[in-house]
């Protein structure tokens, strides 16, 4: 009996675990079963097999075959096992030399004519192939990606064939090398286009610092949409480890990755009308949702109070803890989700409530049903929430004396986030003992926080989140310190009573 063991990964949540596929040819009647994979997605793979195999004018064994995908409890997105079976069959039948195969990891899509196609998820997989000591033999398509994880050596082949003449020592695969990383793409809107709103583009600062949640309340356009839109143009480039992370997951999502990108925190905007799997994720085989591929990035939730509240309910937990776990019957996935969280939305239904022109005509039970909407919980988990109130006639005409443009401020913001890196991370991630570490207040600055905290009744989860943005004020002001001004300045950026 002729064996041959090939090296490949499955996929699941954002871990690549091993697989082996065995090939044995044995005597028998001629055919070829696969075991480990779901039925549909068995015939379709022996069906691109035997198609590529053929076209590449490789013969298929009259013998028996039996594919073994170990271990056995496999995600059923099979396409990725094409190459291996291939190869295996070739080896095993003596048509192609086991060559290194066995220090060699292979991953791709087979075409009918033997051209191998891209599959999802390749830099997890070249992470993992590094981690084991392996090179990855996968699709052209993906080399770009997978060369991201640096530490692992890729190989790229258009087809079967390319593959095989590697492994005969005829056609040696060049490794990948990336090229230069190119300028990273235009951020949206710059500040200097938004007129007045003193406030909201303090609070805006204030996030892209510390990697705060923020929340703009005001009525229909007053700017909301085109502040929140400026945030990418304030925040820094992902450091390596985190541009990975968000680059693992991105990876996994259906969805064309742009690696020329890669350093460039994501900002996503789903639409209201999306529904809960779109935002957190699941499906099966389970695929990240909008909250994993905002890893290290911003999630703008524009107009909340129209998303249905059961899915923003689902985002308490990952806002907490920075990952999302989605159970199906047949396994269970966990994803990263460590986003920075916008939302905006009107005061009342008819956007108007608290506008000095008095032109609201909304019924307090209208607006308490409206705001109902979003729960006390889940406003609890945001630092910032602050007015972007009507612009007046006069403040639109002076709009020549536009603010700061982008650049400037994210000067800033990079100067308090280097400060940050120095204790040992983002403000707003501090954990109790490290902020307890980073906040001395002095007295005056202790009585305004008891004092607030009695008058508004904060939860100590909110006490914590505005002693996190007061930190983050004194990194913007360079102070070692905060001072009590600070507190207060974190304090005025949070409304106390519900919008409305
Ligand atoms: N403060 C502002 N400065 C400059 N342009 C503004 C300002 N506020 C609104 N606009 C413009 O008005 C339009 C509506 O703004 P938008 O941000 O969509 O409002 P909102 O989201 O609050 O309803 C956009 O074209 C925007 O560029
Ligand atoms: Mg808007």
Not at 273 to 298: C, D, N
Not at 376 to 384: A, F, K
Not at 413 to 423: F, N, P
Request: hydrophobic letters at 45%; charged letters at 20%.
């Amino acid at each position: 009996m002729a064996i041959a063991l090939i090296h490949s990964r499955a996929q699941c949540g954002v871990q690549a675990p091993p697989v082996q596929v065995e090939v044995h040819l044995s005597g028998g009647l001629p055919g070829m079963s696969i075991v480990g994979l779901p039925e549909a997605a068995v015939r379709e793979s022996k069906d691109r097999v035997r198609a590529a195999l053929m076209c590449a004018r490789f013969e298929m064994p009259q013998r028996r075959i039996t594919v073994n995908l170990a271990p056995a409890d496999l995600p059923k997105d099979g396409a990725r096992f094409d190459l291996p079976i291939a190869l295996g069959i070739l080896i095993a039948s003596g048509q192609v030399p086991a060559g290194a195969v066995a220090e060699l990891e292979f991953l791709g899509e087979l075409a009918l004519n033997g051209a191998l196609r891209a599959v999802h998820g390749a830099l997890t997989a070249a992470i993992a192939a590094g981690r084991a000591g392996r090179a990855v033999v996968l699709p052209e398509a993906n080399a770009s990606e997978a060369g991201l994880a640096g530490s692992v050596q890729v190989l790229p082949a258009r087809s079967l064939l390319e593959v095989c003449a590697h492994l005969r020592g005829e056609g040696r695969i060049e490794a990948y090398r990336p090229r230069p990383a190119s300028a990273p793409p235009a951020a949206g809107p710059d500040l200097a286009d938004v007129v007045g709103q003193p406030k909201a583009r303090r609070a805006l600062e204030i996030a892209a610092a510390g990697g705060h949640h923020l929340l703009l309340v005001g009525p229909p356009g007053s700017g909301k949409t085109l502040l929140a839109s400026c945030l990418p143009g304030l925040l820094p480039a992902l450091d390596e480890q985190e541009a990975l992370e968000a680059a693992a997951v991105r990876s996994l999502a259906q969805q064309r990755f742009d690696p020329s990108a890669w350093r460039t925190p994501a900002f996503r905007r789903p639409h209201h009308t999306a529904s809960g799997i779109a935002l957190v994720g699941g499906g099966s085989p389970p695929r990240p949702g909008e909250i994993s591929l905002a890893h290290h990035g911003v999630l703008f939730l524009d107009e909340l109070p129209e998303w249905d509240r059961r899915v923003l309910e689902v985002l308490r937990e990952p806002l907490e803890s920075g990952s999302i776990t989605i159970s199906r019957a047949a396994q269970q996935a966990e994803f990263p989700a460590r986003f920075q969280l916008v939302a905006a939305m009107n005061p009342c239904p008819c956007g108007w409530a608290g506008d000095p022109s008095g032109r609201c005509r909304c019924t307090a039970e209208q607006i308490a049903r409206y705001l109902a909407r979003i729960s006390g919980p889940l406003l609890d988990r945001i630092d910032l929430i602050v007015e972007v109130p009507r612009l007046s006639a006069a403040e639109l005409h002076a709009g020549g004396t536009a603010g700061e443009d982008s650049a400037a401020v994210a000067a800033r913001v990079h100067g308090a986030r280097s400060r940050q890196a120095g204790r040992g991370g983002l403000n707003a991630r501090l954990d109790h003992a490290a902020l307890a570490g980073a906040v001395a207040l002095c007295a005056r600055g202790q009585a305004l926080l008891d004092r607030a905290i009695d008058r508004l009744q904060l939860s100590t989860r909110v006490a914590r989140r505005l002693l996190r943005v007061a930190r983050t004020i004194a990194d913007l002001a360079g102070a070692e310190a905060v001072q009590p001004e600070h507190l207060a300045e974190a304090l005025s950026l949070r409304r106390w009573t519900v919008p409305g």
